[in-house]
């Protein structure tokens, strides 16, 4: 199994501009999860879909943040506009359902000049 | 609302030396508690899942236990090996049907040979 699979694994991009995150969570998971990881925060759940509809957004930010899963197999966050405090790195999980543990991807480190 | 705390927040050892990370929480109420293991740029990866109703999990040269009424939890680490340097987070899962994991900002832990 390929794991949980994020793009990109970096990005750099000016304040204003808009910003997609990707995830391709794990064949036959039921549950997904969107983290952020800041050194001050530590790590945050942004949002949690599960069988593709958002259950809990109540991490994300603002309404600048955005999550779509259209199917079972990709899921994006996006920041529109992006702000330097949005720099760090995002991840994302997945889980089969009522699984006792989150299989996380390998992060997005997003900076934001 | 859960908090998690680890102590320390930074451990350096000589090879070979056991050590001992801590985590505590604020709520006792949780359904599990969990350590993972994050390398630089990498995602997070499971190493113990201790159910409310356990004291203890072992593998390998981890040995990680649970107080769940006095909100406390210790990874012990036998033997310890460069290998093992990395960061280890302590994340708690609340009761019933709550799927959030709240994490601690994880102690960085350096095995110098």
């Known amino acids: 199994d390929a794991g949980v699979i994020q793009s990109p694994r970096h990005e750099v991009t000016e304040m204003g501009q808009e910003v997609t995150l990707r995830c391709k969570p794990i064949?036959?998971?039921?549950?997904l999860f969107w983290y952020r990881q800041t050194m001050m925060r530590g790590l945050e759940l942004l949002i949690y879909f599960n069988n593709n509809v958002p259950i809990d957004d109540s991490g994300m930010p603002e309404d600048r943040f955005s999550a779509k899963m259209p199917n079972a197999s990709f899921s994006t966050l996006k920041i529109q506009p992006s702000e330097p405090r949005d720099s760090a790195v995002y991840f994302c999980?997945?889980?089969?359902?009522?699984?006792?543990?989150?299989?996380f991807g390998p992060g997005t480190r997003l900076l934001v000049l | 609302k859960q908090e998690v705390t680890q102590i320390p927040a930074a451990l350096s050892v000589p090879e070979g030396e056991n050590l001992v990370l801590n985590c505590s929480f604020t709520d006792s109420a949780i359904y599990n508690l969990q350590w993972f293991r994050q390398d630089p740029g990498k995602g997070l990866t499971s190493l113990l899942l201790?159910?409310?109703?356990?004291r203890e999990q072992t593998s390998g040269r981890l040995n990680a236990s649970l107080d769940k009424s006095s909100g406390r939890s210790t990874l012990y680490i036998a033997a310890s090996q460069p290998g093992d340097s990395a960061t280890y987070l302590c994340?708690?899962?609340?009761?019933?049907?709550?799927?959030?994991?709240?994490f601690g900002k994880g102690t960085l832990l350096t095995v110098n040979p």
């Open positions: 064949s036959g998971h039921n549950s």
């Open positions: 201790i159910q409310s109703s356990q």
């Open positions: 994340a708690v899962r609340g009761g019933g049907s709550n799927y959030k994991l709240t």
């Open positions: 999980a997945s889980s089969p359902l009522d699984a006792e543990t989150q299989y």
